[in-house]
């Protein structure tokens, strides 16, 4: 069934979480493929899935990427994937999940707002 999907597709959309080698991997096997990608998850701060380590591999392969959560709020995406086990119940984790920015509009690392905001200018 993958492979049917991805010979019908116009556009290959993927979610990748791994480290920068694995993402790497995975686009050159897609890329086989020869159809526009789309990468519509890969923020995974605590995985080594950071923007340093994968936007840019995206923009020298041409993937387009998403990142999942913009502002911590309601969605709770900066909260890792075993926060259901492990709640964070009175603090925020060490390393968030996905999230950019605070709720009061600050970054939550300053030095990745800055990266995102040099590889997106090039």
Not at 12 to 27: C, L, T
Not at 40 to 51: H, L, V, W
Not at 76 to 88: A, V
Request: include cysteine; aromatic fraction near 14%; glycine fraction near 4%.
């Amino acid at each position: 069934m993958p492979k049917i999907q991805l010979e019908l597709s116009d556009v290959i959309s993927f979610h990748n979480y791994d480290p920068p080698e694995q993402f790497r991997a995975e686009v050159k096997w897609l890329q086989s493929y020869g159809r526009p990608i789309l990468c519509t998850e890969y923020m995974a701060r605590p995985r080594g899935s950071t923007f340093a380590a994968i936007l840019p591999i995206a923009k020298e392969d041409k993937v387009a990427a998403i990142n999942w959560g913009f502002v911590a709020g309601k969605s709770q995406t900066y909260l890792p994937w075993d926060s259901w086990q492990h709640p964070f119940v009175d603090r925020r984790p060490p390393v968030w999940f996905h999230d950019i920015f605070k709720t009061d509009g600050q970054p939550y690392k300053p030095d990745e707002t800055a990266f995102i905001r040099r590889i997106t200018l090039n």
